[in-house]
């Protein structure tokens, strides 16, 4: 992310840098989707289920995930798309999925949630 790092410096914090922005939106989500937006690092395009078989952990966490995967959204986090047969699929920007990849090895969650992608 060096790429990310310079940037005008009249212009408010948040905007001086492409990873500023980044970091600023992160913030304002709640733990559960900083969680989650730290485990969607997600290599191109991911169904809901394959965010659930990552960031899931007790039955119920398909719901909690639905949730967060629609809050994702709304903040512009995530984008959605028709996939094949017309199911939703979803997807990080390059930049942003880098950042969360950052997040997730500073979190010590990485071996865990790398497992459950390969599954």
């Known amino acids: 992310m060096p790429l ?9 914090r948040r905007q001086q840098t492409m990873r500023n922005p980044i970091v ?18 997600f290599v191109g395009r ?10 899931g952990g007790a ?11 629609a809050s994702l959204l709304d903040t512009g986090s995530l984008w959605e798309e028709d996939g094949p047969g017309g199911k939703a699929r979803f997807a990080l920007l390059e930049t942003v999925r880098e950042f969360a990849s950052e997040r997730l090895v500073t979190s010590g969650d990485t071996e865990a949630i790398r497992d459950a992608h390969a599954v």
Do not use: K, M, Y
Not at 24 to 41: D, I, K, Y
């Open 4 to 12: 990310l790092t310079g940037g005008a410096r009249d212009a408010p």
């Open 46 to 55: 991911f169904t809901l289920e394959g965010a659930e078989a990552v960031a």
């Open 59 to 69: 039955p119920d966490d398909g719901h909690a995930v639905l949730d967060g995967v």
């Open 24 to 41: 600023w939106s992160r913030n304002l989500l709640t733990p559960e989707e900083q969680a989650l937006f730290r485990r969607a690092v």
